[in-house]
């Protein structure tokens, strides 16, 4: 059923807040059983709430502006192995230029044919997402190609292409990277995390970490790449690079060192803490062998239980640097 409302969305466990004047469609429900269906039955303005659970699909968006809120990127997973051949696991084409339209509190996996593909779309906002375990030949992760969108404390890790190891923007888009964390994406060729072509990028506070590539950040024709207060470690590339009337713009206070440090135990989201959102990626894959989400079986048993659990609440708290 579809009811219009006005209403400030919390999503607790990645504190993802939203506000609309449209309809909220539940996913699953007996109206929407899947995220497709939801996002078909939508009309600009609407908000496709997605529950905790993992989601074997590929989404389509075209021609309209809504939001797609998840419960919290450790719990609400949309994987497109299998139903994503030839086709990104999220293709959004062509929203209306009123915006914003949310993306927020979802992990996207598995992409054979990159994670997540904006064509023309206006006054995105993506947060509190993780891009992973996605492959193609350019921008595995995200190519976002025109228009403009901000992205905010996204993961993309683990993902591999030619060029674009995580992100290839193209076609004059615009974008903001603000505490982003780019982690163990591999370009055979460059840009390790990103390459910029014919856009510009703006990278604030961003870590990049264990990515192979020429280069890890790469602008190349007639781009021009910004990058401020970010942390190089361990990459195989150099840290910046430009080409071909690309321009790179070192606005300061990056470091770059050989060595990570320590990895802290517990800290599955990556952000510096143990605490639930951590606890809930545990819960999610309990009684599972955590093939499914790398480095969840904390002590390594082969199974996720209590023993992993003991573990987590004995680094409960900040990680140590």
């Given at each position: 059923?579809?009811?219009?409302?006005?209403?400030?969305?919390?999503?607790?466990?990645?504190?993802?807040?939203?506000?609309?004047?449209?309809?909220?469609?539940?996913?699953?429900?007996?109206?929407?059983?899947?995220?497709?269906?939801?996002?078909?039955?939508?009309?600009?303005?609407?908000?496709?709430?997605?529950?905790?659970?993992?989601?074997?699909?590929?989404?389509?968006?075209?021609?309209?502006?809504?939001?797609?809120?998840?419960?919290?990127?450790?719990?609400?997973?949309?994987?497109?192995?299998?139903?994503?051949?030839?086709?990104?696991?999220?293709?959004?084409?062509?929203?209306?230029?009123?915006?914003?339209?949310?993306?927020?509190?979802?992990?996207?996996?598995?992409?054979?044919?990159?994670?997540?593909?904006?064509?023309?779309?206006?006054?995105?906002?993506?947060?509190?997402?993780?891009?992973?375990?996605?492959?193609?030949?350019?921008?595995?992760?995200?190519?976002?190609?025109?228009?403009?969108?901000?992205?905010?404390?996204?993961?993309?890790?683990?993902?591999?292409a030619v060029n674009g190891g995580a992100v290839n923007t193209a076609n004059g888009f615009a974008g903001s990277f603000d505490s982003c964390a780019f982690i163990d994406n591999i370009a055979s060729n460059t840009g390790g995390a990103?390459?910029?072509?014919?856009?510009?990028?703006?990278?604030?506070?961003?870590?990049?970490?264990?990515?192979?590539?020429?280069?890890?950040?790469?602008?190349?024709?007639?781009?021009?790449?910004?990058?401020?207060?970010?942390?190089?470690?361990?990459?195989?590339?150099?840290?910046?690079?430009?080409?071909?009337?690309?321009?790179?713009?070192?606005?300061?206070?990056?470091?770059?060192?050989?060595?990570?440090?320590?990895?802290?135990?517990?800290?599955?989201?990556?952000?510096?803490?143990?605490?639930?959102?951590?606890?809930?990626?545990?819960?999610?894959?309990?009684?599972?062998?955590?093939?499914?989400?790398?480095?969840?079986?904390?002590?390594?048993?082969?199974?996720?239980?209590?023993?992993?659990?003991?573990?987590?609440?004995?680094?409960?708290?900040?990680?140590?640097?």
């Amino acid at each position: 059923m579809r009811a219009t409302t006005m209403t400030v969305m919390g999503i607790a466990a990645s504190a993802v807040v939203h506000t609309t004047s449209g309809a909220e469609l539940a996913v699953p429900s007996k109206q929407y059983p899947t995220i497709q269906a939801a996002i078909d039955g939508a009309v600009n303005g609407d908000v496709v709430v997605i529950a905790a659970g993992l989601y074997r699909e590929k989404l389509l968006i075209q021609g309209k502006t809504i939001s797609l809120l998840g419960t919290d990127a450790s719990t609400t997973i949309i994987d497109g192995a299998q139903v994503a051949e030839g086709s990104p696991v999220l293709h959004y084409i062509n929203s209306t230029q009123g915006g914003p339209c949310v993306i927020a509190g979802v992990t996207i996996q598995n992409g054979s044919t990159n994670g997540v593909i904006l064509d023309g779309v206006w006054n995105l906002v993506m947060r509190d997402c993780v891009i992973r375990h996605c492959t193609s030949t350019y921008g595995a992760a995200l190519i976002p190609g025109g228009g403009n969108a901000r992205f905010e404390r996204v993961t993309f890790r683990s993902n591999t292409a030619v060029n674009g190891g995580a992100v290839n923007t193209a076609n004059g888009f615009a974008g903001s990277f603000d505490s982003c964390a780019f982690i163990d994406n591999i370009a055979s060729n460059t840009g390790g995390a990103l390459i910029d072509f014919y856009s510009s990028s703006t990278l604030t506070n961003c870590t990049f970490r264990g990515n192979s590539g020429a280069f890890v950040v790469f602008s190349y024709l007639g781009s021009s790449t910004t990058v401020g207060s970010g942390a190089f470690c361990a990459n195989s590339g150099a840290a910046l690079g430009a080409c071909c009337g690309g321009v790179i713009l070192d606005v300061g206070s990056n470091t770059e060192s050989v060595n990570c440090p320590t990895a802290c135990v517990g800290d599955l989201v990556v952000d510096g803490l143990i605490d639930a959102l951590d606890m809930a990626v545990l819960l999610n894959f309990w009684n599972t062998d955590g093939s499914q989400y790398p480095g969840v079986d904390l002590n390594n048993d082969g199974v996720v239980d209590a023993g992993d659990i003991a573990v987590l609440l004995n680094a409960w708290g900040q990680c140590a640097q």
